[in-house]
């Protein structure tokens, strides 16, 4: 079927000579020297941190919550880069991003809402937007994930709940349920409904 959509980035010309471009342009030399900055803080932090903690004979408990950290940032990241991912890259298929971008139609028109492909083929030239797709996916995501990263009490308190032996009157719920599990599942529920929100926006504005 010649009408079937196609992934954005096998249209066209090869992904490696754009992607190299987009990568040494300003704006990539950017976003990747605050990449490096961000680790390298990070590093720092928890060096310091394992040496304050070593010293004082708790070196396990710095490893637990390292491991609390990047267990809460994963488990964050990876669905929010996939979701955002698969988001923009349905979007290439039935927008010309770059005439949106310029706010113009590909053949130099302004126009208010973007021209869709009918036959559902991606529009020509959106693999060249694909870096900057994966590049914006990484950022959302990491967003996500250092909000959950800084709320590792909660991942310690699900993962060794303990019950109290005393049921609420209304749910029939004992106590812990409360105190270890709600707060993590709110965290979850917030992050979902602020994702989902920002992707329909994102997909009704176009």
């Not at 605050?34 to 390298?40: A, E």
């Not at 005393?166 to 992050?191: A, E, H, K, W």
């Amino acid at each position: 079927m010649t009408d079937r959509l196609k992934i954005p980035w096998a249209v066209d010309a090869p992904l490696t000579s754009h992607s190299r471009r987009l990568f040494l342009s300003p704006v990539g030399l950017a976003l990747l020297g605050g990449i490096f900055l961000v680790v390298l803080f990070i590093l720092a932090d928890w060096t310091a941190e394992l040496l304050w903690l070593r010293a004082l004979g708790y070196q396990d408990v710095f490893w637990r919550l390292l491991f609390a950290e990047v267990a809460m940032f994963s488990t964050a990241f990876i669905p929010v880069f996939v979701y955002v991912l698969l988001n923009l890259l349905v979007l290439a298929r039935i927008v010309d991003l770059q005439s949106v971008l310029r706010g113009r139609s590909p053949a130099g028109i302004p126009q208010i809402w973007p021209n869709r492909s009918r036959t559902g083929v991606a529009q020509p030239n959106a693999h060249r937007l694909t870096p900057l797709f994966i590049l914006g996916s990484a950022a959302t995501a990491a967003i996500f994930g250092f909000v959950f990263s800084g709320e590792w009490d909660r991942f310690l308190r699900l993962v060794w709940a303990q019950d109290f032996g005393t049921s609420d009157p209304i749910y029939s719920r004992d106590i812990g349920f409360y105190l270890f599990v709600l707060p993590f599942l709110n965290l979850v529920q917030i992050s979902l409904v602020l994702l989902t929100l920002s992707g329909t926006l994102i997909l009704g504005l176009a």
